[in-house]
């Protein structure tokens, strides 16, 4: 399907496209040069300006439909421009940047009105505020930009606001090192994003979205294997995918309503933006969409096996998130109508983790910050809104007939069946117990905070349902989480049509339609069960000792020590050698001979400082290996 | 076998380096080990380099400002020399170049001695 | 016998003579004016003659020529280079001319006597500084104006000693830590010293090569002008031995001014002990100058030989960008790291040099501007930040500056994710510029290591910021001074530009490319 993408001029209502930006940014920018003195009214600002965003986001959603194509683009001025390298700022306004709008602003302003009430006792909630516009406004950047410099520009911007939130609470050692290490896994995937942004210069000249991908097809298949492998590098650090999925559990240590947005509905999901953005190079090789799927079924097992075995509330959660991410992942790794499929259940997801997430923020206020499963129970009836909400998240998510889950997640089961050969039984398999263990889990969770005996601390007497500014959120998101995915799934489906390729005469799956569903089904109603009778009752206060594979669940299955040994050993001992080597050996051999020479006294204090004559030492040697390299290459020993 | 028209310059740095070594190594195993104040004082220019008064005193630095104003009018007569010699063929341009270029030493002459180096006291 | 004058085009080389009257008169300021009213004169001088030059270097934008007999180009680079070090040595001397922040200014009268002897504690404590950094700094200004034009390599030479050897005196002029600033300043000039040897041998080698290539029948004698280094180069294979020994020594000489690797290791030294005001001259214009002097010898002399020089600097630009991006990692003082910053600035410099296509020439350009401008703005606020015994610089005394002062730390981490490259900065688009170059030119290699060691640089930049912002005040956090007009005005400029730069970059990107021919 060789066919030429283009996008009109932006005119009209969809000319100021450039807003969504703006407002947020703008409004981010008052209250933290303001200070302490917009204390009174920035979370009203920041709320409004989000609030804004969604309904100019739906103005321009309807104005869309149009447009031919239903894609505009609009260039604001020249980026950079050496050479035959020219970048724009320039966005781009498409179906599939317009659902991302639609979710950053519609599901952003619930968090924000959320976080109005959840932040009201911290002194520092205008920063909070100031921080999170910034967020929205790099989210929409980096889904509104028609090239690759403009998204890295906003990822970049993401990173820079989540690193910000997430060590929000700096005084706590572990946010401050929460924060370092999300940044540092996050460097690690920007480096794939940069060197992929330069890869497409060098071969294609261009980063617009338009010229790379009607470029493509030109290309041959390694240089398309490497640049879609760099995306994915970057895709899978910015998602919390393997192997870079170590980061995002840690990142609970920010504020609640963080989690909800960046962690949970947005910004974890720049990854599958990346891909679903990059289809036309995904779909290039083959190769590429087995390593994306491979990714993808890999972390979505990873992050159900260790959710199992988390006591943590949040953390559950996050690593329930690693493992959704993973089922998109496993969607636009396959390809054709999945891509459509992977975005739809990011929507969902969107919804109904965020509802999960304000749900658990909402327990932890009325529990005084007490964040582990172990020590709660009973609140059904204390906090009957929090309990309902929850409770319509918990059926969305474990794919509950009728629930969005269940109209996002069956297809991208059953098109993992649709593969070719022994893949299909594969990753196939991997989705189904993916879809019981993700049951399990949930139930888990959900039996030992809601039902069965109080184990609460002794300090809490009442717990108390949260203030109705919490509240009335929650619900909306409930809602949300119950029929968003059920409504969505086929009109977005065909409303993603251009941007996202069209199902085109897929294989039949290796087992029927029914087989699958009723596996499903049945798996699921297992795990409930399962998780059911055996957390009826509560659990131990403490941490049990377990086997190995509960073990290596708690430790995250050694992904940090993995990277301990792998990644910071290396670099910190490097560092140490150069600098030792720059102490000691330069240094040290100069003034060894001056030691030897003038006795041994003051040896030592001579070693830590830098002589005049030690530098002309290292610069005469320098100068050899100069000369001498460069007659090397005159006689021709070294080209 | 032919040389290299560049064989001479490693034959004079091997003098050179056969030069220093000898006169230093010469000097240690056949000179007679005499010594008196005179002579182990530095270049006989009548300043103690070192050990330095106690506590940083006054280092007197006369001679070295003098022997570099000297130098700088020194340059300046060399350089009138050839001019001098040539001044027909050179004519007013050459002139206009020399009057600029005494002008620019005059300037520095006229710093040195607005701010004292002159002075001897 | 007769003789030929060379033919001068006066307007041509106007911002030379300019800057060189504008020193000469400084001096005679120096001679003539009363004490009280020198600083005021120098200072007006110093920038009405940057003014002026600025002035008429514009007006002669569209001058492409070689004159003073062959010695001086004033062709596309020289212009916007010497623009650029005009505009940076403005912002440099708004610094140096700075006295509200100490009694009597940075600087000391006189920089030679004995380290804590009574005459030297009476001049640190009197209210009045020398004002010879006028003139000083308007000679150096003068040298890297002419460093970058210089056609024949004995001009360059000439030019690269009156550019040292003013800085080397103004290295120890600092009024606070005496001895740290007299040791920078004789470290500096005996390495200066060493490396100058390096490229006046360079300059005989070359002359060597020129020489017994021109002495086929019915040639002349060698020259080291650069088009007959770029003809004997072109044309003969004998004696290439001398070539490339004399390149390379005088690469040497040139690297050196440019502070890389092996040949850094006078900078964090000498920046650590120069007054913070003159650091920051350094930084910006020496850089400049030095690149300039390397472009065009490189480009212009001895292109013919790119294929052969290529790996060797290439290896050193690596080298410089490890050296620089590792050790800083380890650094805690404050100049000291934005001296092994400016270390790994070069190796990027170098990466765009060595692209080896015109791109290379403009973004390597468009790089040195943007840079320059940040590294004024940082070494200001370093003035700002003092304690009672002067400048703070040891980074354990920034921690909680946020809380202090939000507006300074508020800069500094501006300028600090300004030189990591973080997008919307000029850090940003000159690395992406030059990287960009340098991949057109085919120097993969030199970009990945490019690519990788700017992710390492990220990190000490981003631990001042986490210190500035994420940690208590403590007890000894100093205070931030008010800033005078002067140091406020550059700071501002400084800060402006690299937003500007990094925004709309543009209009500027534009004029380096325009300017990025040279001419032979």
Not at chain 1, 241 to 248: I, M, S, T
Not at chain 1, 406 to 424: D, H, L, M
Not at chain 3, 323 to 336: E, M, Y
Request: neutral net charge; proline residues 4%.
């Amino acid at each position: 399907m060789e066919q030429t993408i283009e996008y009109a001029h932006a005119t009209g209502v969809l000319g100021s496209v450039w807003l969504l930006i703006a407002i947020p940014l703008v409004s981010s920018a008052v209250i933290l040069l303001l200070g302490r003195r917009s204390a009174k009214f920035a979370h009203w600002l920041g709320t409004a300006a989000i609030g804004a965003g969604f309904v100019l986001t739906l103005i321009y959603f309807f104005s869309l439909r149009d447009q031919p194509n239903r894609a505009v683009e609009r260039n604001l001025w020249e980026f950079i421009s050496v050479g035959n390298l020219k970048v724009d700022i320039g966005l781009l306004f498409d179906p599939l940047s317009a659902v991302f709008c639609l979710l950053i602003t519609g599901v952003g302003f619930l968090i924000h009105l959320y976080a109005v009430g959840y932040m009201a006792h911290d002194e520092r909630r205008h920063t909070f505020f100031g921080y999170f516009n910034l967020f929205a406004a790099a989210m929409l950047l980096l889904v509104l930009g028609n090239n690759y410099v403009m998204l890295y520009l906003g990822w970049e911007g993401v990173g820079l606001a989540s690193y910000l939130l997430i060590s929000f609470w700096y005084t706590r050692p572990s946010a401050a090192t929460a924060g370092k290490k999300a940044f540092l896994m996050n460097r690690v995937g920007d480096a794939g994003l940069v060197i992929a942004i330069f890869t497409m210069f060098a071969y294609l000249g261009s980063t617009n979205y338009a010229d790379v991908f009607n470029g493509v097809g030109g290309l041959s298949s390694t240089v398309v294997l490497l640049m879609g492998l760099l995306l994915l590098l970057g895709a899978t650090g910015k998602s919390g995918q393997f192997p870079l999925q170590a980061w995002l559990p840690d990142a609970m240590e920010g504020p609640t309503p963080v989690s909800a947005l960046i962690h949970a509905a947005t910004m974890v999901t720049a990854g599958v933006y990346l891909i679903a953005r990059s289809n036309a190079i995904f779909s290039a090789n083959e190769v590429l969409q087995t390593v994306v799927v491979s990714v993808g079924a890999l972390t979505l097992l990873i992050g159900c096996i260790i959710g199992a075995a988390k006591d943590d509330i949040k953390r559950v959660l996050a690593w329930s998130t690693v493992s959704q991410i993973g089922y998109m992942f496993l969607g636009v790794g396959l390809g054709g109508g999945a891509y459509a499929l992977a975005i739809i259940h990011l929507l969902a997801h969107g919804f109904f983790k965020a509802n999960m997430f304000l749900g658990a923020g909402s327990v932890m206020h009325g529990m005084k910050d007490q964040v582990d499963i172990r020590r709660f129970g009973g609140l059904w009836k204390l906090m009957p809104w929090t309990f309902g909400t929850f409770t319509a998240g918990w059926l969305a998510i474990v794919g509950f007939p009728g629930f969005s889950g269940f109209f996002t997640k069956e297809p991208i089961i059953v098109a993992a069946f649709e593969r070719e050969g022994w893949t299909a039984w594969l990753y196939g398999w991997a989705a189904l117990l993916g879809a019981g263990l993700t049951a399990f889990y949930m139930t888990r969770l959900w039996v030992l905070t809601f039902l069965g005996p109080k184990r609460w601390t002794e300090d809490i007497e009442h717990p108390h349902e949260s203030p109705p500014i919490m509240v009335g959120p929650l619900v909306l998101l409930a809602i949300g989480s119950a029929i968003a995915g059920g409504l969505m799934a086929s009109p977005v489906a065909k409303w993603l049509e251009p941007p996202l390729p069209h199902e085109a005469g897929h294989p039949e799956p290796v087992m029927s339609h029914g087989v699958i569903t009723t596996l499903s089904l049945v798996l699921t109603f297992a795990g409930i069960g399962l998780a059911y009778l055996l957390f009826r009752r509560g659990t131990a206060l403490v941490e049990q000792p377990a086997g190995v594979v509960v073990t290596a669940a708690r430790r995250n299955l050694y992904a940090d020590a993995f990277n301990e040994i792998v990644f910071e050993k290396p670099g910190i001992f490097l560092t140490r050698a150069l600098v030792f080597l720059d102490n000691r050996g330069i240094d040290g051999a100069v003034n060894g001979l001056a030691a030897a020479v003038g006795g041994g006294s003051g040896r030592l204090r001579r070693l830590q400082t830098g002589f005049v004559r030690s530098y002309a030492m290292s610069m005469m040697a320098g100068a050899l290996v100069v000369v001498a390299a460069f007659v090397a290459v005159q006689m021709g020993w070294l080209s | 076998m032919t040389l290299s028209p560049y064989a001479p310059i490693v034959g004079l740095f091997a003098l050179a380096a056969f030069f220093a070594l000898f006169s230093v190594a010469s000097a240690r195993i056949a000179g007679p080990r005499r010594y008196n104040r005179a002579k182990l004082d530095a270049y006989e220019c009548g300043i103690e380099p070192s050990p330095q008064p106690v506590g940083g005193g006054r280092f007197p630095i006369k001679f070295y400002l003098t022997a570099m104003l000297f130098i700088v009018f020194d340059i300046e007569i060399i350089f009138l020399y050839p001019w001098a010699v040539s001044f027909d063929q050179l004519g007013l341009f050459g002139f206009v170049e020399m009057v600029m270029f005494i002008g620019t030493v005059f300037i520095a002459y006229a710093y040195v001695w607005r701010r004292g180096g002159l002075d001897w006291d | 016998m007769t003789i030929k004058f060379p033919d001068i085009d006066y307007a041509a080389i106007a911002p030379l003579l300019i800057m060189f009257g504008v020193a000469a008169l400084g001096v005679l300021v120096e001679a003539f004016v009363p004490k009280r009213a020198r600083h005021l004169t120098q200072l007006v001088l110093a920038l009405a003659g940057l003014v002026a030059a600025l002035v008429v270097l514009v007006t002669q934008a569209e001058t492409r020529v070689v004159t003073a007999g062959g010695a001086i180009a004033v062709d596309g680079p020289a212009l916007f280079l010497q623009g650029s070090i005009i505009v940076l040595a403005i912002m440099a001397v708004l610094l140096i001319g700075e006295r509200s922040l100490e009694k009597g200014g940075p600087f000391v009268a006189q920089a030679a006597i004995t380290v804590g002897s009574e005459d030297d504690r009476r001049q640190a404590a009197r209210a009045d500084g020398a004002t010879e950094v006028y003139p000083l700094a308007t000679f150096a200004i003068f040298g890297m104006m002419l460093f970058v034009s210089a056609n024949d390599l004995l001009t360059m030479f000439i030019a690269l000693e009156v550019l040292s050897l003013p800085l080397y005196l103004m290295c120890a002029l600092a009024r606070r830590r005496r001895l740290v600033s007299q040791e920078a300043a004789l470290k500096y000039f005996m390495l200066g010293a060493y490396a100058s040897a390096f490229f006046l041998f360079g300059v005989a080698l070359v002359y060597g090569f020129t020489a017994s290539v021109q002495a086929a029948p019915g040639r002349m004698a060698g020259g080291v002008d650069f088009a007959t280094i770029h003809a004997a180069a072109t044309q003969s294979p004998a004696n290439r031995a001398l070539l490339f020994g004399g390149l390379a020594m005088i690469a040497i000489g040139l690297l050196f001014k440019a502070a890389a690797a092996p040949f850094h290791v006078w900078t964090p030294d000498v920046y650590q002990g120069a007054p913070t005001a003159v650091t920051g001259f350094m930084a910006a214009c020496t850089k400049v100058a030095a690149f300039g002097a390397l472009l065009r010898v490189l480009y212009v002399a001895f292109d013919g030989a790119r294929w052969d020089f290529t790996p060797v600097l290439g290896a050193i630009a690596i080298l410089t960008m490890l050296v620089g991006a590792v050790l800083s990692v380890t650094q805690t003082d404050l100049k000291r790291l934005l001296a092994y910053s400016s270390i790994a600035n070069a190796g990027y410099l170098l990466v765009g040099v060595l692209a080896g296509v015109r791109e290379g020439i403009s973004s390597t350009m468009f790089y040195l501007v943007a840079y320059g401008f940040t590294v004024i703005a940082a070494f200001a606020v370093v003035t700002l930040v003092r304690d009672a015994d002067g400048e703070a610089t040891h980074l354990s005394r920034w921690a909680g500056l946020g809380r202090r002062s939000p507006v300074f730390a508020g800069v500094f981490t501006f300028i600090l994710l300004a030189f990591a490259g973080i997008p919307l900065t000029s850090g940003f688009i000159s690395k992406f510029a030059v990287f960009g170059a340098a991949l057109d030119g085919g120097q993969t290699w030199l970009v990945i290591a490019g690519v990788i060691t700017s992710m390492v640089l990220a990190f000490p930049y981003l631990r001042v910021v986490v210190m500035m912002w994420l940690s208590e005040p403590g007890e000894s956090t100093p205070t931030i001074a008010v800033p005078g007009a002067l140091t406020a005005a550059a700071l501002v400029i400084g800060v402006a530009a690299t937003l500007v730069l990094g925004v709309a970059p543009a209009p500027l990107l534009n004029l380096s490319d325009t300017a990025g021919q040279f001419i032979r």
